[in-house]
């Protein structure tokens, strides 16, 4: 239970100094494995809209619009009892067709990109065994789930490959003091939480950005008997849609800036990427622009942006006409209260829209395109969407979806101020010249460090975080989802409805939001989710309590 307004409120602010950005720290990195690759010729400006680098394919990129829309696997449980699913996943080494004519080797959940798409109910406990096959350790984290902390995927709950595993003689790689397994490891959803669209992936520590680039990431989505008995579009008509970025190499495999591609032992990326990584191939569910089929009849879309960097500003256009429009439902925490009409919808890394669209108004043979404003070239295109008949639709989008509760920011007992800016962090290789630090990302002017909590905040209790940005930072907090009261001095912007996990924090900004942790003690973390700032050391870890 909440404390009463009689408690004192408190604000919690770290002082931190804005540093200026040195890479020469970085640049004294290059060479090894990452020493190949050649730098992007865009800079920071180059991209619009972004935090992040270009990184160009080798490969000739496919022209669009010639694949159509794959639709991941559902996972179905090996057993059931009377209140559990049980699933086993492998996590192993795959070799999948990407770009025509290609194979790209991939780290894929049952060896495939995405991952298979699990489908569970609100309030029916599910546990997972994952398995990993593959030749470095992983970390699981379903983001949104309401999760004990043992199950959250804690960057240092490690599982490490059957085949065995030696880490590397240094400082960073001994330091694996988490709750480590060995080959598998199960994992324990109580789902007691609202319908969503939730996805999980990788979660290592240093090592999210390449891995999930690799692959590792899949969706995972929650029905429960409220958004059933409302009359949405459903089967065939409700549509997953992984959208991501990715670069490729000359054979077809993965094209990414790692200083270690082996992601043996040195974290991060080169120098020109430490703002974030963007490739120039837009994928939706594994496919590079694909061509979805639609009846002339209301879909729902669930968006989720699965890129490590790059943020989308989608609109639905006609070759001829104005925009489609899509009508938001639901956002990463589930249903609206009620339906937003939008002809643009700007995601950043990690958040999910849950959209109407409304194909009815089409003729048959229209041609749709997702594009993406915020793109350049190739990438300001996403799919396309082709109407081929008529058909009944008995779905209606209901003018009210949902009850959700307010958490009074009057009833806040403290405001924590969270900073998030580059800075200086420890460095994982040692430097000719005896450096230590590198350039990096920071919270409150401090590294990540597993061992060492920012925060306390107790059950029950309503708080105001807020974000500071000095670039774009997606910032993710695990456990439970928040609401956004304010964007400066101002109200919340037109994406920002409903319960979120992730808020897209822009250049120069501060975002108030206002959450309460429920029901599980122990370590979570929040980070941004701008994969290459996360490795490189963009998180903090806070304790309930």
């Not at 006409?321 to 209260?337: K, T």
């Amino acid at each position: 239970m909440s404390r009463s307004v009689a408690h004192t409120h408190r604000v919690v602010q770290r002082d931190t100094t804005r540093r200026r950005v040195s890479r020469r720290g970085f640049l004294g990195l290059l060479g090894g494995a990452g020493a190949g690759i050649a730098l992007a010729g865009c800079g920071l400006g180059g991209l619009v809209g972004q935090t992040a680098e270009l990184l160009p394919s080798r490969a000739p990129l496919p022209k669009p619009f010639q694949v159509p829309l794959p639709i991941p696997p559902v996972k179905r449980p090996v057993r059931t009892d009377g209140d559990t699913d049980y699933y086993e996943i492998v996590q192993r080494v795959g070799r999948v067709e990407i770009l025509p004519g290609l194979r790209t080797t991939i780290l894929g959940y049952d060896g495939i990109f995405p991952g298979p798409t699990l489908v569970t109910t609100s309030g029916r406990r599910v546990v997972v065994k994952h398995r990993n096959e593959l030749p470095v350790p992983v970390a699981v984290h379903l983001h949104g789930g309401h999760t004990p902390a043992d199950s959250d995927g804690f960057p240092t709950d490690l599982v490490l490959p059957v085949s065995g595993w030696d880490p590397p003689r240094n400082a960073h790689s001994a330091r694996m003091r988490g709750d480590v397994s060995r080959g598998e490891r199960e994992y324990v959803y109580p789902m007691n939480q609202r319908a969503a669209t939730l996805w999980y992936h990788d979660h290592r520590m240093d090592f999210t950005g390449p891995q999930v680039y690799r692959g590792l990431a899949g969706m995972h989505i929650v029905h429960d008997a409220e958004e059933r008995a409302l009359p949405l579009p459903d089967g065939d008509r409700d549509i997953p849609l992984m959208i991501c970025d990715r670069s490729f190499e000359a054979d077809g495999s993965f094209r990414y800036p790692a200083l270690d591609r082996t992601l043996r032992e040195v974290p991060g990326v080169i120098a020109d990427y430490m703002e974030g990584v963007v490739g120039d191939v837009i994928l939706v569910n594994g496919a590079p622009w694909p061509v979805c089929e639609v009846e002339a009849v209301r879909y729902r879309l669930r968006i989720l942006n699965a890129s490590n960097a790059r943020r989308y500003g989608l609109t639905l256009k006609p070759a001829d006409g104005p925009p489609a429009s899509f009508v938001q439902i639901g956002s990463d925490g589930g249903l609206l209260e009620r339906p937003i009409r939008h002809e643009r919808i700007d995601v950043a890394p990690a958040e999910r829209f849950d959209v109407i669209v409304d194909f009815s108004q089409y003729a048959p043979g229209t041609v749709l395109t997702l594009r993406n404003e915020l793109g350049k070239g190739a990438t300001t295109q996403v799919m396309r969407f082709v109407v081929t008949r008529r058909a009944k639709d008995d779905s209606t989008i209901p003018k009210r979806l949902s009850t959700i509760e307010r958490l009074d920011p009057e009833r806040a007992v403290v405001t924590r101020v969270w900073k998030f800016r580059r800075g200086t962090v420890p460095s994982r290789q040692a430097h000719s010249d005896g450096d230590t630090t590198r350039s990096g990302w920071t919270i409150n002017g401090k590294p990540f460090d597993p061992d060492s909590a920012h925060a306390s905040p107790r059950l029950g209790e309503i708080e105001i975080w807020r974000f500071v940005s000095d670039l774009h930072h997606p910032v993710h907090v695990h456990l439970d989802p928040f609401q956004v009261i304010k964007r400066g001095n101002r109200e919340p912007g037109p994406y920002d409805a409903g319960w979120k996990d992730t808020v897209d924090v822009r250049p120069a900004e501060h975002v108030d939001v206002v959450v309460r942790f429920s029901d599980y003690r122990g370590p979570f973390v929040m980070h941004c989710h701008n994969l290459e700032h996360e490795d490189m050391a963009m998180m903090a870890t806070f304790r309930t309590t």
